[in-house]
Structures are given as C-alpha cells and as structure tokens.
C-alpha cells in the first residue's frame, strides 16, 4: 500500500496559520479515528503532536489541532513561530492486516 | 520516563541480515507495541512492524516477507531482523512504543549502512 499523501511543502509566515493535508482511503484514514500526526527536526527522533484525529498529548502547544472528514486528515498550526520549522508526518492505522502507515511528509516552512 | 535505545551493527553487508535490538528502560515491556521504524537519507518515515508483549506481531506489507520482530520479555528488550539487505534498506532505525493509537516514546535512533 502506498504511503498517505502530503504535500510535500508549505509555508507561512510567523503569526499566521497553515494546514497540512493527509489523505488515505476507506481501509485506514476513512475508517479509522487512528490518525496521529510527528513534528521531526533533523537528527531527531520524532515527536507526537496529535493522536487520535484530534488529541493533543500533555506538553503540546494548543496552537497545534487536528481534525478529519472522509478519507482526509488535516494538521493546522496556527500562530506560526519560527521553532515550528520542521518536517511533519501523519500516521495511521490500516484495518487489514492491523498495520500502520505513514504519509510521504511535509516541509513547513517559516518565512 | 521509558526510554528506548537501539543497538547494533552500523555496517551490514549486502544480502546478509541486518539485526537490531531494543532496550527499555523506566517501564515494562509486558504491555503494548513495541514497534521499528526507519527512514532513508532524505526520504520519510517508513513503518517496518509491531510487536505485542504476547509475541503477536504485524508487518508492513512491503518488508513481510524479510523481516521479522522478536520480544525478550524477562530482557525488557526486543529485536528486528531484515534479510536479504539492498543499498535501499541503508537508514536511521528507530524503535518506539505505540501507545493507545500513536507512538508515544522512540530511541535516538541508529544509522545502519548496507554496503560491501
């Protein structure tokens, strides 16, 4: 199967809000509330900003929201601050054969 | 704090197996899915597989039939082996728990090169 799709890039400048996209189909993002979303600064491990479509872990700034309608997930981080420059994956669940899957990543950049 | 870290050999050479191991520690292994992930120089995050406490695993459809998770529960450890390696297989693997829907704690991550 192949990964959710991306964007592979977005930008924005600081104070305003961007929207990262992630579509799937009917066998995972469709059907499943599984949805979890990774901010990964180069060298390092990633980290959980979403899980569950919607939740934000304890830690996690509340300028970052999820949501989902149909097969598509989205990421929004409004208020942009320059430390949010990073690479930004969805993640998530695919019923047949209870694996996961990763989308291809998106490049946010801070103007 | 659980924390994970990865071990293994940085160079493997090609067709042989790659094998890693992960350690936990400040938590039990005995619950949830211990997962590996990777990702090529310049690529995205690809899932390899998870594994449960039980021994129960699942695979991504793509490296199913190479690799194979493995669980040491009285070590707190578990382990990926990937055979038959390519140049393509050459990544920083990371390993990570995954936690009511999403992965919540990874290891640093290990770079494993695959060349002759």
């Known amino acids: 199967q192949s990964a959710l799709t991306q964007p592979a890039s977005v930008s924005g400048s600081p104070g305003q809000s961007i929207t990262i996209s992630c579509t799937g189909t009917?066998?995972?993002?469709?059907?499943?509330?599984?949805v979890s979303w990774y901010q990964k600064y180069p060298g390092k491990a990633p980290r959980v900003i979403i899980h569950e479509v919607s939740k934000r872990p304890s830690g996690v700034s509340n300028r970052f929201s999820g949501s989902k309608s149909g097969n598509t997930a989205s990421l929004t981080i409004s208020g942009l601050q320059a430390e949010d420059e990073a690479d930004y994956y969805c993640?998530?669940?695919?019923?047949?054969?209870?694996?996961?899957?990763f989308g291809g990543g998106t490049k946010l950049t801070v103007l | 704090q659980v924390q994970l870290q990865e071990s293994g050999p940085g160079l493997v050479r090609p067709s042989e197996t790659l094998s890693l191991t992960c350690t936990v520690s400040?938590?039990?292994?005995?619950?949830?899915?211990w997962t590996w992930v990777r990702q090529p120089a310049g690529k995205g995050l690809e899932f390899i597989g998870r594994i449960y406490s039980s021994g129960s695993s699942n695979y991504s459809p793509s490296l199913k039939r190479r690799a194979t998770l493995s669980i040491d529960t009285s070590k707190n450890e578990f382990s990926l082996k990937l055979s038959s390696v390519t140049a393509a297989d050459t990544a920083v693997y990371y390993c990570a728990r995954y936690e009511l829907g999403h992965f919540d704690y990874w290891g640093q991550g290990t770079l494993v090169t695959v060349s002759s």
């Open positions: 993640c998530s669940y695919v019923g047949i054969r209870s694996y996961l899957i």
């Open positions: 009917s066998s995972d993002v469709g059907s499943f509330d599984l």
């Open positions: 400040g938590g039990s292994i005995s619950s949830s899915y």
